[in-house]
């Protein structure tokens, strides 16, 4: 499929510019997650500047916007950006800089915000044109990597305003700053974790330092909790399954000489299949009762957070079949992402879908890693991922991919 003759990877390179401005623009003023007013302003006033979009604002909550390209039939399919920064100071002294103290978007999200903003711009003509029939719904979603005060991120709350409703398949891509420009990371499956959140309490009698025999101590207690808790993912979960319990922050205590009367125990758990997640739990209800043999008690709660990112196998294909088609040249590494987090993964549940990783590394030598302070990409990625997308899309509403089909039809 071209575009005023060009076909979509030379359209993609056309615009890298476009792209650059775009990406850096964001970067400069980065928003925390349910705070991206200023962002949702600018990527609907781009999309309506684009020509041809019905854009939606206030989708699912205040920040959340979708465009739709639409013929009124044919099949139905989304691509997803997240758009929220992360409460970090940034440390490189690029030009283009976080001018927000404290915030910095240190996971990609102002990239993949103006990939998607591309894909949109490559795509509007063929709709207005009449070359391609279906709909495509460009979702730009807020609040991918904090939640609220009800423990959601921004994918539920579109979600449950039917974004994703009568939609067929839905793809999305993140930075890889471990792969190099010219490198994907694709995986079948569970591809990123579960994400939950436990805090606990381990009640005593406390006292006097100097007289311990005469009451109960809940920092004494925590040493076999610990040890429970850090037993549970080597001896608990088989070796063929991903876990990890990690204990985050501890807190008691007020003086040297008072035992105090409880201990605060805050962590994180990761699994990838719903059973490990539910094994997980139990036996760590099974570690903190291990506090009633030594004359305490406990308080405990778990918050479910985003469910692991389970990747579709045949929407995969899709993807890799557009990478060697336009990119047969590049690397794809077949492997799972760690277990890290991705609210898409509520997206993944609902619908067919894929999320794939974009190497992005600038090759100095520096490890620029997601979420720290020197985190940056090399922008050569910006028009490859919004090529890829868009290609894909179009593959999909020409009918030259399909869920239904046992392989992909020849591109």
């Known amino acids: 499929m071209r575009v005023n003759d060009k076909p979509i990877r030379e359209r993609a390179n056309w615009i890298s510019n476009q792209l650059v401005e775009w990406r850096r ?6 928003e925390l997650s349910f705070q991206e007013f200023q962002t949702a302003k600018f990527v609907a006033q781009t999309l309506r500047d684009i020509g041809g979009i019905d854009v939606q604002t206030g989708v699912g909550v205040d920040t959340g916007v979708v465009g739709v390209l639409t013929s009124g039939d044919g099949p139905t399919i989304a691509v997803r950006a997240d758009m929220d920064a992360l409460p970090i100071q940034e440390e490189n002294e690029k030009a283009y800089r976080s001018k927000n103290d404290g915030v910095m978007h240190a996971c990609g999200h102002d990239a993949h915000t103006a990939i998607l903003l591309g894909v949109a711009t490559i795509l509007a003509p063929l709709f207005q044109s009449g070359e391609l029939k279906g709909t495509v719904k460009f979702v730009f979603q807020p609040a991918e990597e904090s939640t609220d005060e009800y423990g959601l991120s921004g994918s539920p709350y579109m979600i449950r305003a039917g974004v994703y409703d009568h939609v ?22 569970y591809s990123m974790a579960n994400v939950d959140v436990f805090r606990g309490k381990i009640y005593g009698t406390g006292g006097h330092g100097a007289y311990p025999e005469l009451g109960t101590d809940p920092i004494w207690m925590l040493g076999p909790v610990m040890q429970a808790l850090y037993g549970i993912t080597s001896r608990k979960v088989s070796s063929l399954d991903a876990a990890v319990i990690s204990i985050g922050r501890i807190q008691a205590g007020s003086a040297s000489n008072i035992i105090p009367t409880e201990i605060f125990i805050e962590g994180t758990m990761r699994s990838y299949t719903p059973e490990v997640r539910d094994l997980l739990e139990l036996e760590l209800k099974k570690a903190f009762s291990i506090v ?6 406990y308080s405990l709660h778990v918050e479910r957070g985003e469910p692991a990112l389970n990747n579709h196998s045949v929407v995969n294909r899709w993807i ?15 492997k799972p992402f760690g277990l890290g987090g991705e609210d898409f993964g509520y997206v993944s549940q609902k619908i067919p879908s894929s999320l794939f990783f974009l190497g992005c590394a600038i090759q100095d030598g520096v490890k620029r890693e997601l979420h720290t302070p020197i985190f940056d990409i090399d922008e050569a990625c910006l ?14 509403l020409n009918g030259k991919v399909s869920l239904s089909a046992n392989e992909m039809l020849e591109v």
């Open 320 to 334: 890799t079949k557009t990478v060697s088609e336009i990119y047969p040249d590049f690397q794809i590494v077949k």
């Open 168 to 189: 067929d398949a839905a793809i999305a891509l993140h930075m890889c700053p471990w792969l190099p420009v010219g490198a994907v990371q694709i995986n079948d499956g």
């Open 25 to 30: 623009t964001l970067h400069q003023y980065p």
């Open 292 to 297: 009633g043999n030594l004359g305490g008690s």
């Open 383 to 396: 028009p490859i991922g919004t090529a890829i997308l868009a290609q894909t899309v179009v593959h999909f």
